[in-house]
């Protein structure tokens, strides 16, 4: 069954006369400038299976910076399409203005989308707007609420050191975290990046050690260059994949080889190679199986 929001606009591409040749699904995630947010994608998604489900032709148009080399406003041709249709995030300001003037020719619809000030030329200048809020018609579901998703892929809790200043020469902290982040940014994988110092003043720490064992605890695995970003992650049985970041080894490695965990990298022997086979370990059962040993209840 169609959600509020996609009957209608499906009732408004099939009026009589005015069904659409081909469209261009448009957003927030098509400007250059613009922002994709899990929102606006999974309303993305929605849309183009149910046009597809419908039958009606239709592209993405993406932003350059969030997927390069896809289709976008700058390369799609107004003139092959007949249909623009933008879902999803406020019909205001400049840049959807300007959706209008490019493809000026094209019948414009907007669905999902809030309604901030009706005046606004970037809200008139649709033919008809499909509204989730900022109308007189009731509230509407939005549109991501229903888009279809894949398996949830696993929480990486990311604990890195920075500092450590006494290590000299051998340290390597610049050059180790900027390999981990690189690599981790290729992994299908919610990053979530936590620090173990405490604070009062700062709402983005925690202010408690038991707060940062609730939220190691929560991940499917911790990647680290924190000693107690090791011992802390174990304690909650949660898989650690810990990262020595001084040259020749130091306190993480002394304290893996104290512990017996074997998810341990050496700073010389950092590579994409090694980090994905103690990915794979540390997410399979042998990997959670030998957390679970390590963890304090």
Known sequence: ??????????????????????????GWFSFRDGEATAGDVLAQRHASAELTRAGIRHDTAWSPGFRPGELSLETARPEAYDTVLFVCGPVHGPQVTALH??????????????????????????????????????ARRDLAATAAAGPLPPVAGVVLSRGQGEYGARRRHEEVNARLTGWLAGKDCARLSADTRLAADDWRLCTTAEQFLALVSRCDLVVTTRLHGLVLALRTGTPVIAVDPVAGGAKVGAQARAVGWPALVDAGALSEEVLDHWWRWALSGAGRLAAARHSVR
């Open 101 to 138: 003037a490019r493809f000026r020719a094209c019948r414009r619809l907007a669905a999902g989308v809030s309604v901030v000030d009706p005046a606004d030329p970037a809200a008139t200048g649709f033919h008809e707007i499909i509204a989730r809020d900022g109308t007189a018609a009731p």
């Open 1 to 26: 069954m169609h959600d509020e929001v996609t009957a209608a606009l499906l009732c408004a591409l099939r009026q009589p006369g005015r069904s659409p040749g081909r469209l261009l699904l448009t």
